[in-house]
């Protein structure tokens, strides 16, 4: 599953897996910063984010994967950032600024009766990330620099 969360007037406490799963009775049982690589035509970048596992605990009745994978980033004010101290930090750069946004790209594998691996996850998770992440910058997530100059929200020249 794929969440995209978009915030246009951001608090500095972003919402992070680590924190809603455990919230809601799962045992977080690995954690590890990752980057994804993304490659268009012209460009090369590597995207930092986040790799999770959780588990059930003897309170959560699930009928899915008792264990499942989550890998997420967040984008800040045009740039990523692969945690929530990042993020924070990426917002706090601009703590005077008129305009400020941040989205949290979530993917989450517990649809299945078996959860895949890590390496299954990652290499999903990338692919999926080299087609969501370039769509949104172009479509959806605001310039930054045009924010800046009082251009409209959102609004964002797409060059063809």
């Known amino acids: 599953m794929l969440f995209v969360t978009y915030y246009r007037l951001p608090d500095r406490v972003p ?5 809603c799963y455990t919230g809601g009775g ?25 790799y999770l596992m ?3 605990s003897e309170t959560v009745l699930t009928s899915v994967a008792p264990q499942f994978p989550v ?5 800040v004010n045009g740039e990523y950032a692969g945690t929530r101290n990042q993020a924070r930090l990426a ?11 941040f989205c949290k790209v979530e993917l989450v594998f517990n649809q299945g009766f078996t959860a895949p691996t890590k390496a299954d ?12 992440l370039p769509l949104l910058e172009a479509e959806h997530w605001p310039s930054f620099d045009a924010m800046s ?5 959102g609004q964002r020249k797409r060059e063809d």
């Open 121 to 132: 996850a990652m290499a999903a998770g990338q692919r999926m990330l080299r087609r969501v």
């Open 149 to 153: 100059d009082s251009s409209p929200i």
């Open 71 to 75: 890998l997420y980033l967040f984008r």
């Open 26 to 50: 799962y045992r977080r049982l690995e954690s590890e910063d990752v980057r994804f690589l993304i490659i268009e035509s012209d460009r090369r970048e590597e995207v930092p984010g986040r």
């Open 91 to 101: 917002l706090n750069r601009n703590i005077f600024g008129s305009h400020a946004y």
């Open 54 to 56: 959780f588990g059930a």
């Open 15 to 19: 919402h992070v897996p680590e924190e």
